[in-house]
Every structure is written in structure tokens, then in C-alpha cells.
């Protein structure tokens, strides 16, 4: 079992890297961040499951990779069946010290691979699974995807995406599956304290990482870890947990109920060429989108008769 | 003891899995493979099979979910047909190219529109380039011991391929035929517990299905192939041990009847393979001398024996239960591409019969056998593919 203690400084980090160097994702890749925080934080005693995304060709091609743990690498929409098979496989083999974990981009995750997500979810299977959300195709050159946001360019919504992101954590909480939480690279320490929470959990796990994505995004290749604070603190991106059903803010999203802490939006928007032909009304509609989303999340916070998909361990 | 059982050849396919010690079964229902996934359902819960069991939500699962397992190191089972056979479509290529040595039953059905649940093999013949070795059964027998020697055959190193073992949808899925169920003891003693060289282990990871550049790509298919080669080499071996093992042959790659001193062969698969022995009792009886050549196994397809039979007969009479659209039938296709550049070739007459479950008796194929000799007596074939009782 987790210790319940949780370490208070990234220095505590583990020093062993399984992202090993010679990786060969973009410089700036959030995602990237992401998946060596994951191993820091889960060590090596996992068995990920990678479908086609950013993260299936970041290793690098045959017959060298830079993931020290062993892999799977499959079918787009597949990772929460291919999961649930190699977890069905370590019980029936008697291995029950190793931690499953899905790698999955949000196309794989929101789009065409929500069934299988959705059915791993419905039957308990025992792993975690993290969308790394870079919100767009990226590996296929930043196509739109069900997780990109009103307003973004991307190269098949040339004038802007029409449609609003899908709000996959709830969909996930309504699978009254036992652990929920959004997570960004940008507050390591909060990502990590989340996967070692959920490890700890039976059942499935579901973690949404927001991962910014200098390619997709435009923006310098330096300021990735500053555009996911901007995420945070302006709260378009707002850190929460949902655990057995009940919902919790998480610092420094949970100070930022009251509107006027939170920084303006157009501070996110304007770092970001994708961003660059919103208008004035497409601003002032994600705001009141982004005000409305958080009076429901201080509404869940502050009702312990949670409105939620209740679930209890069974 | 062995025990006979009378049963389905879907509940057999189950019992199959079982007697194989399957580890891992992933399996989505749709008519007519439901009961294959019933009764190992009941096995399950019941305690008498020792499996895991994820009931998946679609086909495409079915198959991911079963990579998934089997990259983990154990023997794993599903079973399908039909729609959600090609819905697997992709899945299917990768489990091959992972050189996962799945075994699933297909129970042949035609596919839509319109709606139709019998018996037609244009499901399991749209996937014959994906990589897979297929087998197709006659009776409820074959199917159990044909699962039993997939298993040994896929399992082996020199193929390391998945299979489908192909039965026709309530021909044979839903008719009660009298089966021999071999000692436990033994069939563990014929197939032992399965050791891939590989697996996703903590103790020594390794990255598998990676992206792969040109400058490799093409050596891992030619791996591909030569397994296929290999299977075809394994296959009458395997046959042939399991048939001293438990009695039971089933011809190899090809099974064969009256075809040493035939004039004319009737090129079959499946139950139809069956019916056209009775045919050919009855054939000979008038003097007629025909033979019946029911192929067995489709992938690998066992060119070289249908050289063989080529060389010694005068016309081959070719029954399909399925359609390549714009070409002709699937058996016809590939026996004429194995003749290709064979001296001395017989006559080649296409039949297309049986779409969509419509009967095939003995007394079709015996209309089909006399319109074949008329042509072989005249040495002209006169029209390629025969459509057989199509209403006007």
C-alpha cells in the first residue's frame, strides 16, 4: 500500500527516469512531461498500453525506444479493452503487484476511443488510465478533436472550432468509477500525489491531464509549463478529484471559487496563435461558459449530497 | 475414458476452449456464435472452467482485449461472426502482426444488407489477406479437435500466428451431432501448457508493436509469411499426431475422397465437403468417377496439393459459399492462381452456391457434378461461374 503521506517538494521525486533520453518528441511537449512525472510518480512496476497518438512514435522507431518499462503499443480506439486483457491476464496469472496504465491522447480518449474506455470503466477493470489532453490531433499534424476547445484553429477548423470541448471527467463520473481527477504538467506535484492516489485505488482510474502543446497551440517552445498555470489560474483548466463520487477542488484551483481571483481569460488566449481570430464575443462567451462551469464546481464542492454519480467500493 | 457427448458444435467449441485450458476468453455475442459464449459463461461461473472471462462491449474489444491478454502471457480465446467478425477487421491485422497466437471460432454467417443470419462464408473469406491461419470444419468433431490442435499449431515458434476455425452458421453452430471428448490427461498431454518466448513483464520490459521504418518493415512480413509456410508444412504433421493421440484425422490441409482414379473432383469446403461424398457414392454407383476434395485449411492455402490433385484428374468442379463481387468465387479464385503456370491443367468450372444459408444437398451438388461432366465429355467448360438454382 501508498504511504498516506504525500512528499511537499518536487526535489522529493524519484531520481530514476523510464523516459529515457534521446526521446523524440518536440521540444516543449507537454505531453512529454507529463509521461516522465507518471513514471516518477508510479515507478517501474507498470505495463503501459499505448495507442496511435503523439506517445506511439515519442519512443522512437524500431528497434530502439526510450520507455523503460514494458509497452504495448496498439489499435487508436482500443486501449481500455487491450488494458482490460492484460489485467484479466496478471490475475489469472497471480500478479497483483503491478499497476496497469493506460497512455492515451484525447482523440483516443474523447473520440474513437471512448467505447472502449467506457467499457473497461463499466466493468471495474482494475488500471489507470491517463488522456493526455494536448486538446487537437497533434500527432497527425493538429486536426480538431472532441477535447478542443470553442474558438481554436486547428488544421480542419481553419476559422476556429464551432463546438464547445466535451466535459470528459464527468462523463467518466458518470461510470460511477471510484477515482477522478484533472491534473496538468505545470503542478507536478499535484499530478503525482493523483497517480499515487490512484494506484492505491481498486477499480478504474481516470486522470485528465491537461498537457499544452507548443506545435498545435503556437506558442514559444519555452513557455509550456507557463501556458498550464495561465490553464489553471485563469480556470479554464480547474484541478479537481472525484473520489467515490464526491467532488473536490485542489490547490490553487480550490481558491479560485470567487471570480475575481482568477486572472483573466484573454491572459491564456493571447499567448496562443491558435487562439489568435477569436473575437471579442467568442471571449466574452467562453467567459460566461467558464463562470457557469464554475458555479456547478462550487456547487459540487460545497454540497456533500453531491448531485454526482455516487459510488462505493463493492 | 473418453466421453461421447451429443451436442452443438458451439457448445463443443466451448468445451474446446476449456479442454485447451484457455486462460483468458474475451468474447462479444451475436447470432448464431451466442451459444459459444453462453455455455462458456456457465463453465465459468460454475467453476468447471478455470478462466478469465471479460465480457467486452463490442467485437473490436473482443479481439483488443484478447491482444492485450495474450501480450501478457497466456493462452486466450473468442469466438464471432459475421458483422462483428469484420467489424475486428483491424484488430485482426494487428493480432496477426503481433504474431499472438489467438485461436477464435468464426460461425459463418452472411453478412448485410439485408438482414441475414445463415449460413454463407463471404464474412470469414473478406478476411483472408489479414494474416490469419483458417481452418473450415465439417462436423461438430472436427471443431472440437481442430481448436486443440490450433492451439498447438499457433503456439509453436516456427508459426506464431492466430487462427479462426470456420463453421457454418446452424449447419453446424445449432445441430446436435455425436462428439468424442478425449481424457483430460491426454489432451494436456498432446498440448501442453502454452510458454511464449515473450511477454509484458516488469522484470525484463520490452516496447512491442513500436513503429517500424521502411527499412524493416518488409522483413517482418516476410516473417509473416514464412510462418503462413511453416503452418502449411505443421498442419498434416499436427493432424496426423493428434489422429494417434485420439483417433481422429481430418485430412490435413485438404481432405480427400475417391480422388486417386477421379476424372472429376468437386473442390469443396466446409459442410458442403460432407454432402459431396454422398454424391459421389452415388455417382460412382453409375459409373461415374468422381472424387471429393474438401480443403480444409484456406490459410495457409495448400497450393501444392491442389497441383497434385490436378495432375491426375481431367476437371475440377468448384462449389463456393461465397462471392468475390466483380471476380468469382473465393476457392475457385485460388485454385486457378495455384495452377498458373502448370503444365497439362484440367478443366475449371465455378459454382456459387449457398449464399445466405440456401440449401446445399447432395442432389445440388450431384446437378452440379452432371452439368461438370457434360463439359469435362465435350473438353469445354461452358460458361466460368455457375450461379446454382439463382431464380430468374
Redesign the interface.
Known sequence: MQSTKFMESIKELSKEEYLLRGHIACAGCGPAIGLRLLFKALG????L?VPACCS??I?????Y?S?????????F??T??????????????GVND?TVVGWAGDGGTFDIGI??L??AA??GTNFIYVCYDNEAYGNTGVQRSGATPYGAWTTTTPTGKKERKKDMPFIMAAHRIPYIATACPSYPLDFVKKLRKAKAIKGTKFIHLLAPCPTGWRYDTSKTVEIGRLAVQTGLWALFEIEYGRFKLNPPSDQLIDKEKRRPIKEYLSLQGRFRKLTDDDIEKKQKWLDEDWERYHKLASNNASDLALCEEI | MAQTVIDTANHIAAYAAKAARV??V?AYPITPQTSIVERIAELVESGEFD??Y?????E???M???????????R?FTATASHGLVLMH??LH?ASGSRFPIVMPVVNRALGPGWNIWADYNDSMSQRDTGWIQFYCADNQEVFDTIIQAYKLCENERVLLPAMICLEAFILSHTYLPVKIPDQEKIDEFLPPYKPKWF???N??????????PE?YMEFRYMMQEAMENAKQLIPEIDKEYGKYFGFEHGGLIDKYECEDADLILLTMGTIGSEAKITVDNLRKEGLKVGSARVRVFRPFPKEEIRKLAENTQMFAIIDRGISFGMEGFLAEETKSSLCNQKDQPLIAGFIAGLGGRDVTFKTIEKIARKSAEWMRRGRVEKETVWVDLRK
Open positions: 517501474n512496476k507498470i505495463i498500453v506511439s512514435v519512443p522512437g522507431p524500431y528497434p525506444t520507455l523503460a518499462v514494458p509497452v504495448q503499443n496498439i489499435i480506439e482500443a481500455g479493452a487491450t488494458a482490460s486483457g492484460v489485467v484479466a491476464a496478471l490475475r489469472k496469472k503491478v467505447q472502449a467506457s467499457g463499466e466493468r | 486462460q483468458v474475451a478462466a478469465e471479460i465480457r467486452v462491449e463490442s473490436h474489444s473482443a483488443a482485449a484478447c491482444m492485450g491478454a495474450a501480450a501478457t502471457g497466456v486466450t483491424e484488430p494487428w509484458l513483464d516488469v525484463n520490459p520490452l516496447s512491442h508493436a513500436n513503429i517500424v521504418s524493416w
